[in-house]
């Protein structure tokens, strides 16, 4: 287990470089999420529409960021650079475990570069829900690393499966979430599907945190639909890491 931690520790310091040498990167990729945010926010009813919408473009942020990280790992495999990671000693759990831990460094940016992009707008900021909501996303931000690695390692060589099923998958995600728009008062089969997204919780209990609602069955929802999804991509990912070749 130390080792296992060692090798992780490594593997996470590898992934992160490139991240802190570039930080505009993590600027940039914020375009599209701030896009939404000023052409749906002024769409809702006034008074809490920030309230209601910024945590779900947060969730959206680490939606986008996260499950494109899959394309890094497929361009290594592509260049001979991850065959020779490979045959290194670094255990291969840790190979996936340390890049989908180092998903979690660029989410808090971009929540933060949101959060103060909507401070003066009247967003309102609680700090200890803000916080929580923010472990509770870490946990579904590595969930959605270790699938996207995955992704790349099952479409090795054939990178347009991989940008085909991120792309299928990504915006009715997004949608049957209500990231973008309520879905209350939608169809029953439209709320059905909403039911059995796990995003749905996640996007709900951000709501709540960053409302300053902490104790609210709503939280426990979504820190068990996080936590599953990471469980779930770790344990897929794991496996994956272990059987590539």
């Given at each position: 287990?130390?080792s296992l931690?060692?090798d992780t520790r490594?593997?996470?310091?590898?992934?992160?470089?490139p991240?802190?040498?570039?930080?505009?990167?993590?600027?940039f990729?914020?375009?599209q999420p701030?896009?939404f945010?000023a052409l749906?926010?002024?769409?809702?009813?006034e008074?809490?529409?920030?309230?209601?919408f910024?945590?779900?473009?947060?969730?959206?942020s680490?939606?986008?960021?996260?499950?494109m990280?899959g394309?890094n790992l497929?361009?290594?495999?592509q260049?001979?650079?991850?065959?020779?990671?490979l045959?290194?000693p670094?255990?291969r759990?840790?190979l996936?475990?340390?890049?989908?831990?180092?998903?979690i460094?660029?989410?808090?940016?971009?929540?933060?570069?949101?959060?103060?992009?909507?401070?003066p707008?009247?967003?309102?900021l609680?700090?200890t829900?803000?916080v929580?909501?923010?472990?509770?996303?870490a946990?579904?931000?590595v969930?959605l690393?270790?699938?996207?690695y995955?992704?790349?390692?099952?479409s090795k060589?054939?990178?347009?499966l991989?940008?085909?099923?991120?792309q299928?998958?990504?915006?009715?995600?997004?949608?049957?979430?209500?990231?973008?728009?309520p879905?209350?008062?939608?169809?029953?089969?439209?709320?059905?599907?909403s039911q059995?997204?796990?995003?749905?919780?996640?996007?709900n209990?951000?709501?709540?945190?960053f409302?300053?609602d902490?104790?609210?069955r709503?939280?426990?929802?979504?820190?068990?639909?996080?936590?599953?999804?990471g469980l779930?991509g770790?344990?897929?990912?794991?496996?994956a890491?272990?059987?590539?070749?």
């Open positions: 287990m130390s931690v060692a490594v593997v996470f310091s590898r992934e992160l470089r991240v802190l040498r570039s930080p505009f990167s993590i600027v990729s914020m375009v701030l896009f945010l749906f926010a002024p769409l809702l009813p008074g809490s529409s920030l309230q209601w910024v945590p779900g473009i947060i969730v959206m680490c939606l986008f960021g996260s499950s990280t394309s497929l361009y290594e495999i260049t001979g650079s991850h065959e020779r990671m045959v290194t670094l255990r759990p840790a996936l475990i340390g890049r989908a831990l180092k998903e460094v660029p989410m808090i940016a971009q929540a933060a570069v949101i959060v103060l992009a909507c401070l707008f009247g967003f309102r609680h700090l829900g803000a929580l909501g923010l472990l509770i996303l946990g579904f931000c969930g690393g270790a699938l996207s995955t992704l790349a390692l099952a060589n054939q990178e347009w991989f940008w085909t099923v991120q299928t998958l990504l915006f009715p995600l997004l949608l049957l979430a209500g990231v973008l728009l879905i209350d008062n939608g169809p029953g089969w439209l709320r059905s599907l059995i997204n796990p995003m749905t919780y996640v996007v209990a951000e709501r709540a945190l409302d300053g902490v104790w609210s709503t939280t426990v929802h979504g820190l068990i639909a996080a936590a599953g999804v779930l770790l344990f897929v990912g794991v496996r890491m272990q059987r590539s070749d």
